[in-house]
Structure formats: C-alpha cells, structure tokens
C-alpha cells in the first residue's frame, strides 16, 4: 500500500526538519575557523546533504510531480528520476 498524502506531507516535514537540524550543525561548525580549515570538504558534505533532503521533501508534497521536478533546485535529484524514466 501506497503512502497517501497526509502521510507524504509527514515525511515531508520530518525531512525538512532533519535538513534544518543537519544545516544547523553545519552552521555552528563553520563557525569556528579552525574545522573550516581541516574539514571544509565535509561541512560542504553536510550542506548538500541538508540541500536534497529539502528536495525530496519538496517533491513529496507537490501537487504536480512532474512540474516540482522541472523546478528542482539539485540536479542530482532530478537526474535520479530521469534514469528511471529512460
């Protein structure tokens, strides 16, 4: 059985909830110079990943797949749904 949409919209929120948590504690690490110097690749990590958490939660709670697709901010996310489509 597929999710129905109140049930999207709750995964949604917790994705986007969890994207802000992981974006906060990238903030507070870049914060100090010190880790941005020694791991500025991984707070970029922390970032993107905070970035298509947001995505998908966007894409679960659109009205129009299809069109929340075409304004994807990350092309990663779409290319995932392309692959599939091809």
Do not use: W
Not at 15 to 33: S, V, Y
Not at 60 to 69: G, H, M
């Amino acid at each position: 059985m597929l999710p129905d949409h109140a049930q999207l919209q709750v995964i949604a929120f917790e994705l986007a909830a969890l994207a802000m948590d992981i974006e906060a504690i990238g903030a507070e690490l870049c914060a100090n110079p010190a880790v941005v110097s020694a791991y500025g690749t991984s707070l970029q990590s922390i970032d993107l990943i905070g970035q298509r958490q947001r995505a998908l939660a966007e894409l679960l709670v659109a009205e129009k797949f299809d069109d929340a697709l075409v304004d994807c901010r990350l092309d990663r996310i779409a290319k995932l749904f392309a692959e599939r489509v091809d």
